[in-house]
């Protein structure tokens, strides 16, 4: 039996060990999160920000293939 318990304490050991190593990571920080809160904030005008948006927009079209329709 003295071998068995020596091994078990061997085993409570490495378990320790495993929980003290692992590192605790943080979730990452969504890096749009502010873009987004910006963008739908009540306190803004409407028109305010219709015309952000469609300025956002148009610079976006600008560098692709998309065609505006009139």
């Known amino acids: 039996m003295d071998f068995l318990d020596s091994l078990k304490e061997i085993k409570g050991q490495m378990v ?18 502010d873009e987004f809160k910006d963008i739908f904030i009540e306190s803004q005008e409407p028109a305010d920000k219709e015309a952000r948006l469609r300025d956002e927009f148009m610079e976006f079209i600008k560098y692709s293939d998309i065609k505006k329709l009139d």
């Open 16 to 33: 320790k060990e495993q929980k003290a190593q692992a590192p605790v990571s943080k979730p990452k920080p969504n890096p749009n999160r």
